[in-house]
């Protein structure tokens, strides 16, 4: 069975940085590729960013380009997320999420249940 | 980048009625490669993580009720939930994954009438 925990989640000031993790098992982590979508309070799903499972190509939504970057560690099967320059707007629950095969041009198959980042002074 | 928008905002159906939702993107998300739409559908419960419902516009995931159907091609998509039961109430979102970034539409909240 898959599964994806994610950690990392505080509450942060803005401007400060922070590093989300993502553990997956369950799964061939390397053949995959990997997405963070956020969901800020009561609001709708945001696509962030995704890396491939082959080359491991990054792709960002214009809204983090420059203060996020995504990376994976496929020896340790886990998915990470940095993210500096944090601001208000950044405040949400970040799912960890699977694709279906080792290209980001495809549907998500598996979330993880979420860590919340909180960005207030 | 691709805006993918939703209606209605919201509906309300009695327990065993259809329902339908609309996606609507602002490009094709029609491939001429190979002549699939990447497009896929997402159901929300409170406090739960998305599930995938739909891909390639109308291809069910394994393990999803019969109930629930895709349809639409290029830039206009239904999602239809033939019957509806009170455990279908949630949260649906469309995605586009055919251009980065991919967006997801605003969602369409589904309750009991």
């Known amino acids: 069975e898959v599964q994806l925990v994610e950690s990392g989640g505080v509450l942060v000031q803005p401007g400060g940085s922070l590093r989300l993790s993502c553990a997956a098992s369950?799964?061939?982590?390397?053949?995959?590729?990997m997405t963070w979508v956020r969901q800020a309070p009561g609001k709708g799903l945001e696509w962030v960013s995704g890396?491939?499972?082959?080359?491991?190509?990054?792709y960002y939504t214009d809204s983090v380009k420059g203060r996020f970057t995504i990376s994976r560690d496929n020896s340790e099967s886990t998915l990470y997320l940095q993210m500096n320059s944090l601001r208000v707007e950044d405040t949400a629950v970040y799912y960890c999420?699977?694709?279906?095969?080792?290209?980001?041009?495809?549907?998500?198959?598996?979330w993880g249940q979420g860590t919340q980042v909180t960005v207030s002074s | 980048d691709i805006v993918m928008t939703q209606s209605p905002d919201s509906l309300a159906v009695s327990l065993g009625e259809r329902a339908t939702i609309n996606c609507k993107s602002s490009?094709?998300?029609?491939?001429?490669?190979?002549?699939?739409?990447?497009l896929a559908w997402y159901q929300q419960k409170p406090g739960q993580p998305p599930k995938l419902l739909i891909y390639?516009?109308?291809t069910r995931e394994s393990g999803v009720p019969d109930r629930f159907s895709g349809s639409g091609s290029g830039t206009d998509f239904t999602l239809t939930i033939s019957t509806l039961q009170a455990e279908d109430v949630a949260v649906y979102y469309c995605?586009?994954?055919?251009?980065?970034?991919?967006?997801f539409g605003p969602g369409t909240r589904v309750d009991i009438k």
């Open positions: 999420a699977k694709a279906s095969s080792s290209s980001c041009y495809s549907r998500i198959d598996y």
């Open positions: 995605q586009q994954y055919y251009r980065p970034p991919f967006t």
């Open positions: 490009q094709s998300v029609l491939s001429s490669s190979n002549n699939k739409n990447y």
């Open positions: 369950g799964l061939t982590f390397s053949s995959y590729a």
């Open positions: 890396i491939s499972g082959g080359d491991g190509s990054p």
């Open positions: 390639w516009a109308s």
